[in-house]
């Protein structure tokens, strides 16, 4: 039986806190249903009503263009260990890019992988939490640092040339174009 809240409760933090992954569901009218996977430690709760998650460039920008489009978000955690408990936090998002001027306030909050390229700022409306009595009980055996290794050697003029470009979805909704986040390198120097 699913029991709904309206906003972050102590036990669901802590639950949240002992995840190793997360899913990430956004949709905009007309196009398709994103579902990403997402790791490392990218997941931040800033308030009971407001949480917020690091993106690193990766294949595509659909949250981004799916947001500016709907706005509409879904976060899933899925406890793969006891006691079996499935979180889904719902909400409104926007993303936040490292050359607006709220993306310092969020950075602070996150260790910045090299790939960084924006953060999602999320206000919660509902959370559900159900009884995930059909999931398998699982263990990390490590993160995957492919992606970070990746972006920490990528040359900055080929990164642009496959990710700043993506300015649409794959549907065609347009997306803010992203810069990297480098360390030591304020946005307008990754250019």
């Known amino acids: 039986m699913a029991d709904f809240t309206e906003s972050l409760t102590a036990d669901h933090i802590a639950m949240i806190e002992r995840q190793p992954v997360f899913f990430v569901a ?56 006891q006691p079996a408990l499935i979180l889904r936090i719902y909400g409104t998002g926007v993303p936040v890019l490292p050359a607006d001027p709220e993306f310092a306030e969020l950075a602070s909050h996150f260790t910045l992988f090299p790939g960084t390229r924006q953060i999602f700022d999320i206000k919660v409306s509902s959370v559900q939490t159900s009884c995930g009595w059909g999931v398998p009980m699982m263990e990390l055996e490590a993160e995957r640092q492919t992606l970070v290794k990746y972006h920490a050697q990528a040359d900055g003029d080929e990164w642009a040339a496959k990710y700043r470009q993506r300015t649409a979805s794959i549907d065609g909704l347009p997306a803010r174009p992203t810069d990297r986040y480098i360390a030591g390198a304020s946005a307008t120097e990754t250019e």
């Open 26 to 81: 956004t949709a905009a009218d007309g196009a398709r249903i994103n579902l990403s996977p997402k790791g490392y430690d990218a997941f931040r709760i800033l308030g009971p009503d407001r949480v917020a998650y690091l993106d690193l460039g990766g294949s595509g920008n659909e949250t981004n263009a799916h947001l500016l489009a709907d706005g509409r978000i879904t976060i899933m955690f899925c406890n793969f260990q």
